[in-house]
């Protein structure tokens, strides 16, 4: 009996289901998008978040926080606690002679142990040897990507030759296919040398990024304890040293737990929002087998009679859902695939460990249990409610055209209006948060970044120190470049740090001095970038190598040392002592505060010096045009290539199109927070609009007796269009209250604005209101053309 009715019951929920094909469809797509939404952002979090990483023994990685540079490194090399330890320095851009001229690849600065502190083995060749950290190893690993398509992917090629950056290095090995860390896009690997950083950076910043594999037995937090008596021992030998102060402490952090920290709480929310999307779709979906249950009456009373019992009637109402849940969840997938090739493309999101993320057999069993789970969710309601049929009524009604009992018309429509609050209050929670990320991108559109965007160009060039002038000037000589200039990194890009103090005061050790952001810059660059310059001069042709050394400080700066400026003391002519250097810089000018890290964080202490006298560093190219910049890049890499034929520039991009990407991270949650809860809202209106419109067709005796009473038009509006008020104000009360207590999980991205923010609250709450009466007003409009006579014959 059991087994027949297994096999009857599907055959009879498909026949039932294609008898109705429009509430088939459309409820199979309702819960496509919930349970689509739901994979893909569960595929992300499960390869990013769940996922060990794939290296041998991961849980043995540990990323060594707390900054230092190369000397504290070769004491941290000895700790016992690892087997292993290395560090990656810096990226830069390297171009590659080839026949068809340059291609420039992406690099990255490694030391010796790299790949042996990961556990990976070269494809071909072999990996660096402690030797080649020293000064004069031309040698370089490459990628397999980049053996496929530059090299044919032939062995041979280890032991040869690569023209990087017009220079011959020796390729020593080829990397594994797919390697990432730590980060994709590594064409080139170079071990790192001591030449190989700027001046300032080998004395002074904690640039370097380490990382180490722990001895077997041996815990993270013992490997912190031995990190700490390293310190110590450093900073008593090493006093004044930044990498010295106790805010330099390093500790051992399991390496998974550092690439992800900045995603989580991000990741963790998204899914948290595709939740409540997946319970809004639930919602309209039992919604709408509540109003087609009201329909059925016939059909289960006919069925109860003749020895259906209710148990039977349950199984085969959820025998339905099943199917419709199936049908969503086969849709969901494929939605999910496209899902996830749209989240790839949304820029600024950023997600580490990307090449991981992909269907597998865990992402499609969790489908399975989500289109499982929203079966229950919206088909036990519907079931529960209309498995009682009245049979004596059903045994008294005359004809086909007997209306339902009050029970079945009328119950189904009250559960349905609870869910439709439900999806109301989901739907807002949604939409404030989006609303919020909304207000923080235009408050910060509205931030004076300190600098002129418009017209502005820039790109990396990657060209010796000593050709940058030239380069400066072909490019400043093309028709409509009104100016152009070299520096270390743009605005909101980021910064490196140095220690500063006024000269002539009591020498403070390196680390007790204020850190200040350094720009090594050609002159013109105040002029390229649109920066005010409020006193003194800029840098001139004659600030070269063998002159007097000069700097230029931001207002902030002045400030922080010269508390009376701009009304009782001037800087300019006053002298700084910058970084480690024991020759004081003097002060020539100051120029305005520029946001140098994003448009969210407060402009730093600033030091700006010129080029020509400060040692090799990577080079950032802007340029300021007449009309639209991007048509001048042609002409400006020929420039590049007359100058240096085996050079190249990366990176071509407006300056408005490096601040859009310095928010990327807000903008990325705002588009898909955005576009989940406008479904939610949709669906929501959606819900409301089916409640009022199956209201005003079980009401119709009851709408015509008022009119034939003597009810106008606007009273008939009044009425419907107040019933699908009132269940959008009450899905808002709730909305609004659960609102308060999960939108702080966006304070981290919001700026100027708190997370409940009674404005926004407001105007939610009344657009739902508005929203509501839009959704009622088309069933209000034929409720009020009822004619009497033709609805109570």
Known sequence: MLLEALRQEPRYALRTLRKAPGFAITAALTLALGIGANTAIFTVVRSVLLKPLEYPDPDRLVRITGGATAAKFEAIRQAQSFSAAAFNVFTETVALAGPDGPEPLKGLRVSAKFLETLGVAPLHGRAFLMDEEKAGAQVALISSELWRRRFGGDPQVVGGTAILAGTPWVVIGVIPPGFEFPFSGVDVWRPWQPDTLPLQSRLNSPILSLFGRLKAGVSAEQASAELDVIHRRYAVANPGKLDARPTQIPTATPLKEDLVKNIRPTLWMLFGAVALVLLIACANVAGLLLARSASRWKEFAIRAAIGGGRGRLISQLLTEAVVLALAGGLSGILLARWGLRGLAAIPGLELPRMREVHLDLGVLAFAIAVSAAASLMFGLAPALATSRPDLAYAMKAAGEM???????????????????????????????????????????????????????????????????????????????????????????????????????????????????????????????????????????ARDTASAPLVAIINENLARRFWPAYPGGEDPVGRYLLVGANPIPLQIVGIAADVRQADLASDAALGIYRPRAQTPEMPAMFAVRTDGDPLRFAHAIRSELMAVDRNQTITAVRTMNEVIYSSEGRRRSVLILLGGFAGVGALLAMLGIYGVIAVMVAQRARELSIRRALGARDGDILRLIVGQGVRLAATGAIFGIGAAFALTRALASLLFRISATDPLTFAAVALLSMITAIAASYIPARRAARIEPLEALR
């Open 402 to 540: 007997a209306p339902a009992p009050r029970a079945t018309r009328f119950a189904p429509l009250s559960a349905r209006a609870l869910l439709v609050v439900a999806q109301v209050a989901l739907s807002i929670v949604l939409l404030i948060g989006a609303a919020l990320l909304l207000e923080s991108l235009a408050r910060l559109g509205r931030v004076d970044p300190g600098f002129e965007p418009r017209n502005l160009l820039t790109m990396q060039i990657t060209l010796p120190q000593s050709r940058h002038e030239e380069f400066v000037r072909r490019v400043e000589s093309l028709p409509g470049v009104r100016a152009a200039a070299i520096t270390l990194t743009l605005p909101m890009t980021g910064f490196a740090g140095t220690p500063v103090q006024p000269a002539g005061e009591s020498r403070l050790k390196l680390n007790e001095r204020p850190i200040a952001t350094l720009q090594s810059v050609t002159p013109a660059y105040f002029r390229t970038l649109g920066i005010a310059m409020k006193r003194g001069r800029d840098f001139i």
